[in-house]
Nanobody, 115 residues
Framework: QVQLVESGGGLVQPGGSLRLSCTAS????????MYWYRQAPEKQRELVAFITSGGTTKYVDPVKGRFTISRDNAKNTLYLQMNSLKPEDTAVYYC?????????WGKGTLVTVSS
């Protein structure tokens, strides 16, 4: 049974930082295309970043230079380091794994950026 469990969300002031984690069981994250998505209130879920099995990373423009996606193969965990957070980064953040014809989602972790 595959499980993706996100953690690390919370309330942070504008300009602050958070690191999200997505711990996987049932798959090997380094063998999958791993994504971070987010969904703000009353908006559609949107891509934030992804990392390929080879380690190539890509980011959407609004987070470039502020967010960093990475993984720890030994811990089988995906991360999203978020710096210089803005109120518009407020959303539920989800990790997704895609590979071997299968897609798996976590249940999300809430990030609230507010003073």
């Amino acid at each position: 049974q595959v499980q993706l469990v996100e953690s690390g969300g919370g309330l942070v002031q504008p300009g602050g930082s958070l690191r999200l984690s997505c711990t996987a069981s049932g798959i090997i994250v380094s063998s999958y295309l791993m994504y971070w998505y987010r969904q703000a209130p009353e908006k559609q879920r949107e891509l934030v970043a992804f990392i390929t099995s080879g380690g190539t990373t890509k980011y959407v423009d609004p987070v470039k230079g502020r967010f960093t996606i990475s993984r720890d193969n030994a811990k089988n965990t995906l991360y999203l380091q978020m710096n210089s957070l803005k109120p518009e980064d407020t959303a539920v953040y989800y990790c997704k794994a895609y590979g071997f014809g299968m897609t798996y989602w976590g249940k999300g972790t809430l990030v609230t950026v507010s003073s």
